[in-house]
Each structure stands twice: as structure tokens, then as C-alpha cells.
């Protein structure tokens, strides 16, 4: 056999497994256990202090666990191991941002065995979101195994580094001010009850001078 017809069959015999290698799994959102009946505010501190999802407010200030699990599945619902955790991301307003500088909280782990991972630890991180915050994968809003857009998560941020420099300091004291004379705001209501008064400046004065460091 000559060795150009070795190299045609050759060719012949890999060609077809590079283009099945070439193409992206398909990354699906199933399971995701979150149960909300109104919104929840997480609260943020930069040097990780906050309570994290389990210790998130309703309006009112009770606490409710926002905390949750999902899974990732690729095109025949087969779990997706492995994942990282960096490319799992919940993000809302862009004036939220972590102790990396990325304008989004990310997962607790990468996905394990069954493709599942979690949202519950507390947050390094600083600024404030009044939106619900969408789940992310890898920089596109994650879908259900249908191709559907998941809905918005109900779940608020906000915390005492009010101006998201990742640091509680005078910037923060007087925003903090001008929200206190102004008696409502959310950025400021840290004790998320619609008013501005005592119970949100003995919240903020606890966490003055936290930063990332
Ligand atoms: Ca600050």
C-alpha cells in the first residue's frame, strides 16, 4: 500500500470524529429549586460578613432563605460535571459588583457529579441591584431543555458599600447622609422596611471601614 493511500485512509478515519469533537454540548438549566412567594433582598458586605442567600430579607425585614440549587444538562440530559463555578453568574443592575470586579455574583462551586451546583454562600462584595437578577452561563441567560429563557430570579441586592468601590468609608457615609435626610431609598434601607431611620444607621456604622482587603 503506498503511502499516500495510507494517508487518504487515514484522513478518512479521523475527519468524522474532529467534526463531532468540533461541535459546543448544548448547556441546559433543570432542577433549579428556588421558591420564592414575594422578593428577597441579599445583603452584601465586601468582606464577606453578610448572612448569604439563607439570611436574605422580605420587605419588612424577615428573613427568608433565598438559597438554591440547580442543574446543568446537556442536549441528551445528561449532567454537565465539572462545570466552573466563574462562568455560573447572577447578575442584575451593573451597579453591583464583587470583590473581583465582576459585575455579578457567581456560584459556590463548580457543578458536581449530577451537574449540580449552588447559590447560598455570603458575597464579597459591595453595591446594589433593584432588579431580579437573571442566571447566567458562561455569558448567555440560561435556558430550560425546551431552548425557553429562564425568568428572572425575585431576588434583590444591596449592602453599606453603597457606591460599590468595594470599600465602607466617608464616599459611602455621605451617600448614606444624603439617603438618611431623604428618609426612603432602597440602596440605603439596609433593614428593607421603606423607611430610612435608626435601624439602617446601626446596620451601616457595623460594617463601616469593611472592604475587600
Ligand atoms: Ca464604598
Redesign the pocket.
Known sequence: MSTRLIMVLALGATLPALAANADIPAIYVVDLSLQLSEPACLFVVPDGSGPGFAGATVFGGDTVDASFTFRLVDQYGDPIPHYPYEDLWLAGSSLLVDCFGRPCIVADADTDLEGRTSFSLPVRG?GWSTEPMGLFVAGSAAQDPEGAFLEPLPILVHGP?????????L??IVLFTIDLAEGTGFRSDLRWDGVINLSDIAIFAQHLGASCE
Open positions: 459591595g458599600d453603597l457606591d460599590g468601590d468595594r470599600a465602607i468609608n464616599a459611602d
